[in-house]
């Protein structure tokens, strides 16, 4: 499934541009949610724009409360 976006070129150019996976930004993120239970899928690609992290199950966060 293809999905678009509106966007300026402005912002299609600078996003472009920003290939980093494995930042710090994200390793404490995961680290955080290993830590409180939360299962999650790194580098998801079947979403638009491939996040870095998704959370495998929606139960466990509702369940986390």
Same mark, same amino acid.
């Given at each position: 499934?293809?999905?678009?976006?509106? $966007?300026?070129?402005? $912002?299609?150019?600078?996003?472009? %541009?920003?290939?980093?996976?494995? @930042?710090?930004?994200?390793?404490?993120?995961?680290?955080?949610?290993?830590?409180? @239970?939360?299962?999650?899928?790194?580098?998801?690609?079947?979403?638009?724009? %491939?996040? @870095?992290?998704?959370?495998?199950?929606?139960?466990?966060?509702?369940? %986390?409360?």
């Amino acid at each position: 499934m293809k999905y678009k976006f509106d $966007t300026d070129q402005e $912002t299609r150019k600078r996003m472009s %541009k920003v290939h980093v996976t494995e @930042g710090k930004d994200e390793v404490v993120i995961r680290k955080i949610l290993w830590d409180n @239970g939360i299962h999650y899928r790194k580098n998801y690609k079947e979403l638009p724009g %491939k996040p @870095g992290t998704v959370p495998c199950q929606v139960d466990t966060l509702n369940n %986390k409360n």
